[in-house]
């Protein structure tokens, strides 16, 4: 039982690039999210998804596209990156029982140049 | 709009200490209010849920408090250990349309136990 796994850990881009953050995991859960965290900001909520074939917008969407490809993956995909897009980039997953527990991934950091 | 605020300085504490960390939200009632731990270079880690019915919570040498008129949860370590150094977050549910629960994080506390 991995939890929630994603890659990769650390990447480097030059501004324009682009690239997907791929997060999975083996608990059976149905709501997934990608946040990013900066400096001074916290946890800001980037997508989200209930369930398999949907996604909905979290705070701070523009620049990411999501898939849900099936229960278990979730991508975000910078389609052309740029340097305020530099970031840590966690994944998590809701479990169903009444604690409401997000597991989350360990982390992508992403340098934008 | 909802805002979490959490005391962004660093907390400094003597071992052995209680350490206590503020959440304070407005514009908003949740139905609950969590807590979570993080180590640098990791994701955060889930530690306790209140709900706002239940005034305190306890697990192990922690303790959360709900005020939901004061729009404030306060969460105790007593007896502070080193290993008790890092950020702690809290963090309240929306409900989303899709019928899932979206959160929101407050920037987090950073706590420093001292031997």
């Known amino acids: 039982n991995a939890g929630v796994t994603q890659t990769p850990k650390f990447q480097v881009l030059k501004t324009g690039q682009s690239m997907t953050l791929q997060c999975a995991q083996d608990m059976n859960h149905n709501s997934m999210y990608w946040y990013r965290q900066d400096p001074g900001m916290g946890l800001r909520l980037i997508y989200y998804s209930a369930s398999e074939g949907t996604t909905d917008k979290g705070e701070v969407p523009n620049g990411y596209n999501v898939s849900r490809l099936n229960k278990r993956e979730f991508s975000l995909r910078l389609e052309s990156a740029a340097p305020s897009q530099t970031s840590v980039y966690f994944c998590?997953?809701?479990?169903?029982?009444?604690?409401?527990?997000?597991?989350f991934g360990p982390g992508t950091r992403l340098t934008v140049t | 709009s909802q805002k979490i605020e959490q005391n962004s300085e660093a907390l400094n504490i003597q071992e052995g200490k209680t350490a206590t960390l503020t959440c304070n939200y407005t514009?908003?009632?949740?139905?609950?209010l969590q807590w979570y731990r993080q180590d640098p270079g990791r994701g955060p880690v889930f530690l306790l849920l209140i709900r706002e019915n239940e005034k305190e919570k306890r697990k192990e040498r922690l303790k959360v408090t709900f005020d939901t008129t004061l729009k404030q949860s306060l969460f105790h370590i007593t007896a502070s250990q080193p290993a008790d150094s890092a950020t702690y977050l809290c963090a309240l549910p929306l409900l989303s349309t899709s019928g899932t629960y979206k959160y929101i994080f407050g920037t987090g506390t950073r706590l420093k136990v001292l031997a």
């Open positions: 514009n908003y009632s949740p139905a609950y």
């Open positions: 998590a997953s809701l479990t169903g029982t009444a604690s409401y527990e997000q597991y």
